[in-house]
């Protein structure tokens, strides 16, 4: 089942078997659909996605709607309190495997933008990049150029 909101206005449950929308849709092709409501047609199509906060632009005629979506597992986390685990702020960054670190492409006091890269790791002959997971300023470089670590060493901390 999936919940859906529609400009922060319209909301409407969605499953296969039970939709309570009034909305009957089929795929055209990858990001274009073709939507019924009220016998009416319409032709929608995706504008742009972010499928880590599961909201997107839907475009339908000359509109574009802001429609966001939560599963069964979104429930359950909110539920359980846990909904806000991303949006959490980056403190560090430990080294996902053991290796050598390689070269170092941040320095301290350097913000840096989720998805950035800071530090290249070299494990199994194989040059990996590490990628800052969130926005932030670096406080702390823990390790050197040519360093050893382990897995989970803590290789950067965030102010």
């Known amino acids: ?3 859906c909101t529609v400009n922060e206005k319209f909301e409407f449950n969605f499953d296969e078997k039970n939709n309570d ?3 009957d849709f089929i795929s055209i092709k990858d990001g274009a659909f073709h939507i019924i409501k009220d016998n009416q047609s319409y032709n929608a199509e995706v504008i ?3 499928h880590e906060e599961k909201s997107f632009d839907i475009k339908v005629g000359n509109n574009i709607y ?3 979506i939560k599963d069964k597992y979104d429930a ?3 539920k359980l309190g846990m909904d806000d685990l991303l949006a959490g ?3 560090e960054i430990k080294s996902p495997m053991p290796g050598l670190v390689f070269d170092i492409l941040a320095k301290v006091g350097d ?3 989720k998805e950035d890269s800071v530090l290249i790791l070299e494990a199994m002959k194989m040059e990996n990049t590490i990628k800052s997971p969130g926005d932030g300023k ?3 470089i823990e390790v050197s150029k040519g360093d050893t670590v382990e897995k989970n060493q803590l290789l950067i901390s965030f102010e």
């Open 1 to 3: 089942m999936l919940h």
């Open 21 to 23: 929308s009034g909305l």
């Open 48 to 50: 742009s996605a972010n």
């Open 66 to 68: 802001q429609v966001s």
């Open 76 to 78: 359950l986390l909110e």
């Open 89 to 91: 702020q980056v403190n």
């Open 111 to 113: 913000e840096v933008k």
């Open 138 to 140: 670096i406080k702390s």
